[in-house]
């Protein structure tokens, strides 16, 4: 059963990091327009903060792969900050109305460096 571990405890991270990637790949006109400044910002902080905190659940949680033990937070914050930077990339090559936008890559990083000294509080 250990062989399995792996998906049984991170799931939630991997479909979280699908829904991140169908929400940012979306045409922005399928999108509700919220008039509050910045919001998008806000949505990046929490789609990266919650992201980390599902990953290092799931990777502390999982017996498959050892070698995730060790170093996971700052693992999972490199992948975290990948991932949104690929993300932006992406917006910039396959979409014609979203864009890389350095604010939302440095919001990505926010949620993710937040995430990450939550996760270091609630593993003590």
């Not at 902080?45 to 700052?74: C, E, I, R």
Request: proline fraction near 4%.
């Amino acid at each position: 059963m250990q062989s399995n571990s792996f998906l049984k405890y991170n799931w939630p991270s991997i479909l979280w990091a699908a829904f991140i990637l169908y929400l940012c790949m979306m045409p922005s006109k399928h999108l509700p327009h919220i008039p509050i400044p910045n919001f998008d910002k806000i949505v990046h902080f929490t789609f990266y903060f919650t992201f980390v905190l599902l990953t290092n659940w799931g990777w502390m949680k999982q017996q498959a792969f050892d070698s995730l033990h060790k170093n996971a937070l700052l693992k999972i914050f490199v992948l975290a900050c990948a991932y949104g930077f690929t993300i932006e990339v992406l917006q910039e090559t396959l979409t014609t109305d979203r864009h890389f936008e350095l604010l939302d890559e440095a919001a990505n990083a926010t949620g993710t460096a937040i995430g990450s000294l939550l996760a270091v509080k609630l593993l003590k």
